[in-house]
Each structure stands twice: as C-alpha cells, then as structure tokens.
C-alpha cells in the first residue's frame, strides 16, 4: 500500500514539473506555483547569490615557525610584551599562520593595523580574509573580483563573460529588457555577486556574553518594595512618576521617580545572564521582528526573536541601526539559546534584507538555517493565510510591549533603555500569564510557581538572577 502511494506521489511530481516546463516552454515566463505568496516589492533589487569557492592559500603554522625560530636562534621568540593594555582583541589570530593575539602588533595605535611578530604578516581587520582565501566563482571557478567597499562589507563579481551564471541570466531576458540591458546594464544583475562581511564577530561565542557588575546593594528598599516597584513599573506599564504616585498614595512610601528609574536600571542589568542562559524548552517554530523605543529623542531598533508556540522571547537585541551587524548579533542571541543547532532550523522574518546577508554571514561561519521572509508580517501587506497566524502572535507581542513601554515617555540612556528591555523581557517569558497559553506562564519556574504575588514573585527572580550570576563570577 505504501509503496503504491509513494509511487503515485512522484507520478504526480513529475506530472507537475512537467506542467511547468510547458507553461514556460509555451509563455517564456516562469511559472510561479505559488502565486499568493507575497512579493517582496521594496527590497526586490537584492539578491543573494549562492556561496563561493573558498580557496585556502597555503597557510603558515605558528607553532611550527616558533619550533623553527627556537632551532635557528637557540632561543624561544617571546609573545609581546606590552606597555600598556592593548586594543587587540583576543579573538584575533594572524590570518597567515594563525598566531594568537599576544604576537600580534597594534601598528597603528588603535587604528586597525597589525603586524604578527612570528611570521611578518601585516594585515587590517578588512583584507585579513583576503590575506587567508582567494574567493572564485560557483560557477565558472574565476577568481572573483572586489569590486565595492561598503561599511560593513565588500562586493565581489565574476567579471567573466563565460560564466554559465551570466549567460543564463542574460538568455532568461525579454527583448525588451535586452534593450534596456544595451543601454542601463547597472539595472539588471546579471553576474554573480558575493558579499565579504568585516566584522570582528565570533557567532555562538561566550565572550559576547559580558557578567555585568550590579551593586545591588545601592537599593536601599525592603524587598517587598522592590517587588511592588517592578510591578507597578513593568507589569503594569505605569510611567515612573506614577510608579512614585502610587506608592505613596496607596503604600505611604515616599520614593522618587529617579530612584524608580535606577533600581530598574540594576535589576534589569542583573536578570539578564538569567535570562539568557536559562534552560529552556523550545519548539521549532521562530519568528522575528523589531520594533521601537525613543532613547534621548532617538529612535532604536529592538530585534524580537521568539518561539511562536511556546510564546519565549529568545533575543531582544537594541540597537541605534537597524543594520546587518544587529541582525547578526540578534540572531547569535537566539541560536546561543538553542541547545545545538538543528538541522533544517527556519525562522520566519520580514522583509529586510539584513537578514539574508546575516543567513550569509552565519554561513561563512559553517552556522546553516533558513530565513523566511514574509512581506506583511509587520505591516499593512496583503498575507498569506500561512503567515497569519504569525502576524498575529507578533502583532500582540509588540502591543504588549508598547503597552508597558509607552509610559515611560522615552529613556535618557541607552543603559536605561536597555535594562527596561530585560525587565520586559523577564516578565514576559517567566511572570506574565499568556491568554494563548490558556492564562499560563511561558516558562513556569518551580520556585515562584506558589508564590503568593507578584512582588515575591521579582523578588525571588531577583534572587534566582544573584545566585546565578555568583556561581558564574566563581567558575
Ligand atoms: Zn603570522
Ligand atoms: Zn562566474
């Protein structure tokens, strides 16, 4: 029986492929199957292409250079010593003969350029790839060729007119656009293009994680007050001067609005290593989307990424650009949460291109998943019925958000606007009862699961996010 069905099931696959080899031998158009999917018309110009062929030049090994130098000169060439600290950072390795960071020189103070003291080497953050790999086309196996210096990356083309991948994209084209080719060749891409990322960014790596220094002793409130605080403050969205309002008006307790502000500021600088390292349980359904928040008259981007099922938010990343270094760190955010990488791993996202040229960073990288874009998902588009659904848990995601955000009128520092986030964030994912989740927490924790209210609640969160971050600064 399930043989038959097999059987019948690529009967019918073949009888598809062949459906639309007519309609394009017939029409000359490509045949969309999927005609109610979404077209991205705003980012249509960028197109990623697949990945190049990497050629390692021969590569140099420190460690057998150091055993060379010590046989030649009897004596062992010494990593650098240096007068004061320097900038470079303890990921770098020299590109040539992956010397670590203690042989490599600052050359230009600060500035970006070094020297490695084993093999010679100069090289600046920017061409210390080109130092290591030759880049050639996937098609064709030319050298690629740098065309364009960008901020955060660098264009490279097959200039070659027999490129398989050239020819065919020019073969694909109407007569029409064939003219317009003749005349405006810039508007069409044609030939391959790969993009170089200069970021000096470890993905999946424990130094992007810094423990912060909390001096939760500077908060002078009885913890029962602490915990009404936060739930006046976050839960509750009310603004910090009506935070002050209400605790004298109904607690008697006389507490500025700016002391409202800093013991905000250190409880959400101290709960977010509990956050972000705490075990979850995860489905494979994510999703992304950013939204905003005012700091110092500025807008700021802050990067969602969640669990669609189990509503957890795994990366809440804030950035003044929404640019293709925070999509990067975002999504290192929620893969760092992930307990491995799984294969087939997708996410659904919408429609900016930051996201395809992180996908393509992360490649570089050997990290692989999918990127979904969804044209809509965060505004007015037209959607399709498979990507409602979404629209709607993180169109009420961001209300949640807005709700408790919109009262505090904006934050003066980047700090304060960060920690609120970690606030929300705590709140969201382990105290806020979720009606999708039939009024249940996302992730009920065993030790604040009987607590009698939610300022015992923050506290013992708070307490939980000390102990952990003491038994972090002790291993
Ligand atoms: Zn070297
Ligand atoms: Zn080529």
């Known amino acids: 029986m399930n043989k038959i069905i097999t059987i019948l099931l690529l009967y019918i696959q073949i009888q598809s492929k062949i459906i639309i080899y007519l309609v394009i031998a017939l029409t000359g158009k490509n045949f969309n199957p999927n005609p109610d999917k979404p077209i991205n018309k705003q980012y249509h110009k960028l197109q990623i ?7 390692a030049l021969d590569k140099l090994d420190y460690k057998q250079l150091l055993i060379d130098y010590q046989l030649k000169n009897g004596k062992t060439l010494k990593p650098i010593k240096r007068r004061k600290q320097s900038n470079i950072p303890k990921s770098l390795t020299c590109p040539k003969c992956n010397a670590p960071h203690d042989y490599l020189y600052d050359n230009t103070g600060g500035r970006g350029q070094f020297q490695c003291k084993v093999c010679s080497c100069t090289f600046n953050y920017k061409n210390r790839f080109s130092k290591s790999a030759i880049l050639r086309c996937p ?10 210096e960008r901020k955060d990356y660098y264009i490279y083309k097959c200039k070659s007119d027999d490129c398989s991948f050239y020819l065919s994209n020019l073969k694909k084209m109407s007569k029409e656009e064939k003219s317009l080719f003749k005349e405006k060749p810039h508007k069409f891409k044609v030939r391959y293009i790969y993009r170089q990322f200069n970021f000096d960014f ?3 790596s424990k130094d992007n994680e810094q423990l912060p220094t909390v001096d939760i002793s500077r908060i002078h409130a009885s913890q029962h007050t602490l915990g009404l605080i936060l739930t006046y403050y976050v839960n509750y969205g009310l603004s910090s001067r009506r935070t002050t309002a209400i605790m004298e008006d109904i607690h008697q307790l006389k507490i500025s609005h700016q002391t409202v502000l800093n013991y905000a500021e250190y409880v959400g600088t101290l709960v977010k290593p509990f956050i972000d390292n705490y075990p979850y349980e995860l489905s494979d359904s994510f999703c992304a989307d950013e939204t905003y928040i005012k700091v110092n008259g500025k807008w700021q981007y802050i990067f ?11 990366s809440y990343h804030v950035s003044p650009n929404r640019d293709t270094l925070s999509a990067i760190k975002a999504i290192d955010d929620f893969l760092s949460k992930l307990k491995s990488i799984p294969k087939g791993l997708s996410f659904v996202v919408d429609g900016n291109p930051i996201y395809l040229l992180a996908q393509h960073f992360f490649a570089q990288h050997d990290i692989n998943f999918d990127v979904t874009q969804v044209i809509g998902l965060t505004n007015d588009d037209p959607i399709s019925t498979e990507h409602r659904p979404l629209k709607q848990i993180i169109e009420r995601l961001n ?11 904006g934050f003066k520092s980047s700090k304060g606007s960060i920690a609120f986030v970690n606030l929300f964030v705590a709140y969201f994912n382990f105290l806020r009862p979720h009606s999708s989740l ?3 927490i996302p992730v009920v924790i065993p030790q604040l699961k009987d607590l009698p209210h939610m300022p015992a609640r923050w506290i013992k969160l708070i307490n939980l996010s000390q102990e952990y971050l003491i038994e972090q600064q002790s291993a």
């Open 49 to 55: 292409d697949s990945m190049p062929i990497i050629e």
């Open 139 to 148: 098609y064709c196996s030319k050298v690629l060729e740098k065309i364009k």
């Open 202 to 204: 470890k993905p999946l």
């Open 304 to 314: 969602f990424f969640f669990d669609a099922v189990k509503k957890i938010i795994l």
């Open 399 to 409: 209300r949640t958000f807005k709700l408790s955000y919109k009262s505090t009128n």
């Open 438 to 440: 039939e009024k249940s």
